[in-house]
């Protein structure tokens, strides 16, 4: 991750949880109090977003020490200790939700990610996420996703082309779309083109595209793709990918497998801070 990137969401989480100050904290607790505080894990899972963490505490205390007992993709069982931390008592409890907001969300992208890769790791297929990211925080996620042991696909619309069906139809077919694009895209531009039917399918090779997404096909489909396409262009699987097909996905020789559900419907994982005695 950008450094940047870190600073300027956790900024904006602090801004939102804190805009006028901590009229709690900041009315009961003396300024110069000083405390020790650990983050503990609440169930197994992988672990990620150590460097946000520390960045949200630090917004607050330059001064905070703060120890990392794991590191960012370890896998940790409940009871772990994963941070200890030394500082002003204020910015411990001020910073305690933001920062365990974003790491029990990227803990849980991590651990999701982590099941999946696990189902698939005999297969010579890689497993990478899509843009269904929460907005304003996809540089962490795709990050997350990293961590768990998948790959990122396109950061942005600016990244890649990829040729969907509502583009097919406005441009008159697949032939016509990849055809203009390569008109007027750099020569280091990869075009990807999704498509739902093997008939589409060999459009796309024929009109020499990079990529071909096969969206929502059968498995007895993809099967049929991997031998159509003979290794030309690379194949990516996508569409209702779960952990129970995945691995019958992964079978049928694509390159790529994406799932959005590796980061839009993921359950955070159980993190907490609790102030030592």
């Known amino acids: 991750m950008q450094r940047f990137h870190i600073e300027e969401i956790v900024k904006k989480a602090l801004l939102e949880d804190m805009n006028n100050g901590d009229i709690t904290t900041d ?156 008109e007027k895209i750099g020569h280091t531009v990869k075009v990807e083109v999704e498509v739902e039917t093997l008939t589409e399918l060999k459009e796309a090779i024929e009109a020499k595209a990079d990529i071909v997404m096969l969206d929502n096909m059968s498995i007895e489909d993809m099967k049929k793709a991997v031998e159509i396409n003979e290794g030309r262009v690379i194949l990516e699987a996508s569409g209702n990918i779960t952990l129970d097909n995945i691995e019958e996905v992964a079978k049928t020789g694509v390159d790529v497998i994406s799932s959005g559900a590796l980061t839009h419907s993921v359950k955070a994982l159980d993190i907490s801070l609790k102030l030592r005695d």
């Open 27 to 182: 009315n009961l607790i003396d300024e110069e109090s000083i405390s020790e505080a650990e983050i503990v894990v609440k169930e197994d899972g992988v672990i990620a977003g150590l460097e946000v963490v520390e960045t949200a505490f630090k917004f607050l205390d330059d001064n905070i020490e703060i120890q990392r007992l794991v590191n960012d993709g370890d896998e940790a069982n409940k009871g772990t200790v994963i941070v200890k931390l030394k500082g002003k008592t204020r910015a411990i409890l001020s910073a305690e939700r933001t920062a365990l907001n974003l790491i029990q969300r990227m803990s849980g992208i991590a651990t999701q990610t982590s099941l999946y890769t696990k189902r698939i790791e005999k297969y010579d297929v890689k497993l990478v996420d899509t843009r269904k990211t929460t907005p304003g925080l996809r540089a962490l996620e795709k990050y997350a996703v990293r961590m768990g042991g998948g790959y990122n696909h396109r950061f942005n619309l600016s990244d890649a082309v990829m040729i969907k069906d509502n583009h097919i139809k406005a441009a008159g077919g697949i032939k016509e779309a990849i055809s203009t694009l390569r």
